[in-house]
């Protein structure tokens, strides 16, 4: 009978160790998801930053072996496309008659990439693809087909399309902190061509009266999805050719003394949570110990109580 009542305690106490044990596992992996889940996003636009910035260093390796020869060959082939692209009455719907054409042209280092952007005012530089595929749109910026080279001239409109508001990259994200006056720099291999902004349209996605060539004018339309989140419509932000701005008198507009990379501040936040969480659990954990420690030395002093009556 007193060996029933010992096994009887000693299953009771496993059964409790078993159940604080579960709870905290339970715990420290529902901790774990949602610190994974607060982080994704940082990390992920870290490493396509990063991913990014090779791309444009890649590139600019690249056309360091290429001779004067080479690029004026490139750019002969994206003018030529311009004209007989300005030769389609309705180019974003034309425009694949030029396919043959298109896909070779400016790329070279056969993976699409023509060049990149450059926008101070939001801190980006992105590299540039052809066409405008989820592949392309979903960590770059993408050429929108129908539209000019972005190699500059008169009687050019390049377009230029990204996304904003992806968990996993920034890129147009902040497009909508761009004004009247702002500058932007595209460069195609040993071109670097600069746009100010003249122009911030809302329109609907069909819309692309404002994405025509002007007679006498080389524009260049940055385009992303607006409201943020929602997305029915489209924010154009149009720059107009000037002259090249000379880096010794560049405006610096990086207006923080110092900015601290999310990707270093976001698990600095979260280490305090975590070592919080594991206080916790560590005292919880020390209190049902004792309370079963309790309980079990009641148990034993009820058990001897009733032997000896």
Same mark, same amino acid.
């Given at each position: 009978?007193?060996?029933?009542?010992?096994?009887?305690? =000693?299953?009771?106490?496993?059964? =409790?160790?078993?159940?604080?044990? #579960?709870?905290?596992?339970?715990?420290?992996?529902?901790?774990?998801? &949602?610190?994974?889940? !607060?982080?994704?996003?940082?990390?992920?636009?870290?490493?396509?930053?990063?991913?990014?910035?090779?791309?444009?260093?890649?590139?600019?390796? !690249?056309? /360091?072996?290429?001779?004067?020869?080479d690029f004026q060959d490139y750019f002969d082939?994206? *003018?030529?496309?311009?004209?007989?692209?300005?030769?389609?009455?309705?180019?974003?719907? #034309?425009?694949?008659?030029?396919?043959?054409?298109? $896909?070779?042209?400016?790329?070279?280092?056969? *993976?699409?990439?023509?060049? $990149?952007?450059?926008? @101070?005012?939001?801190?980006?530089?992105?590299?540039?693809?052809? #066409?405008?595929? *989820?592949?392309?749109?979903?960590?770059?910026? &993408?050429?929108m087909e129908g539209s000019s080279f972005p190699?500059?001239?008169? %009687?050019?409109?390049? /377009?230029?399309?990204?996304?904003?508001?992806?968990?996993?990259?920034?890129?147009?994200?902040?497009?909508?902190?761009?004004e009247i006056g702002d500058i932007f720099t595209?460069?195609?291999?040993?071109?670097?061509?600069?746009?100010?902004? @003249?122009?911030?349209?809302?329109?609907?996605?069909?819309?692309?009266?404002?994405? $025509?060539?002007?007679?006498?004018? @080389?524009?260049?339309?940055?385009?992303?999805?607006?409201?943020?989140?929602?997305?029915?419509?489209?924010?154009? /932000?149009? #720059?107009?050719?000037?002259?090249?701005?000379?880096?010794?008198?560049?405006? %610096?507009?990086?207006?923080?003394?110092?900015?601290?990379?999310?990707?270093?501040?976001?698990?600095?936040?979260?280490?305090?949570?975590?070592?919080?969480?594991?206080?916790?659990?560590?005292? =919880?954990?020390?209190?049902?110990?004792? =309370?079963?420690?309790?309980?079990?030395?009641?148990?034993?002093?009820?058990?001897?109580?009733?032997?000896?009556?």
């Open positions: 009978m007193k060996e029933n009542k010992q096994q009887k305690v =000693k299953k009771t106490k496993k059964k =409790k160790k078993k159940s604080g044990l #579960g709870s905290t596992i339970a715990l420290v992996a529902i901790f774990f998801v &949602g610190l994974c889940v !607060l982080l994704y996003p940082t990390i992920s636009d870290f490493w396509n930053e990063k991913r990014q910035s090779q791309a444009v260093m890649n590139y600019e390796d !690249l056309i /360091v072996d290429l001779t004067p020869e082939k994206a *003018d030529d496309y311009n004209r007989k692209l300005r030769k389609i009455s309705f180019p974003f719907i #034309g425009y694949s008659a030029l396919d043959d054409q298109y $896909y070779s042209t400016l790329d070279v280092n056969g *993976d699409g990439m023509m060049g $990149y952007i450059t926008i @101070d005012k939001i801190k980006i530089q992105l590299p540039i693809y052809h #066409g405008t595929s *989820d592949k392309v749109l979903n960590s770059a910026v &993408g050429h190699v500059g001239g008169v %009687n050019t409109h390049s /377009v230029l399309s990204a996304h904003r508001g992806l968990p996993s990259a920034k890129l147009f994200t902040n497009l909508d902190k761009m595209i460069t195609i291999l040993d071109r670097t061509i600069t746009y100010q902004v @003249d122009q911030v349209l809302i329109v609907l996605p069909g819309e692309v009266n404002n994405l $025509y060539v002007e007679k006498g004018q @080389d524009y260049c339309t940055l385009v992303t999805c607006t409201p943020y989140g929602i997305n029915t419509h489209r924010m154009l /932000v149009r #720059g107009t050719r000037i002259e090249n701005i000379e880096e010794e008198k560049k405006i %610096n507009i990086f207006t923080e003394a110092y900015q601290i990379d999310p990707f270093i501040v976001t698990p600095a936040v979260a280490a305090p949570i975590l070592g919080a969480l594991l206080i916790y659990l560590m005292v =919880k954990s020390s209190k049902e110990k004792k =309370k079963n420690a309790a309980l079990a030395k009641e148990n034993k002093k009820k058990s001897e109580n009733k032997e000896n009556e």
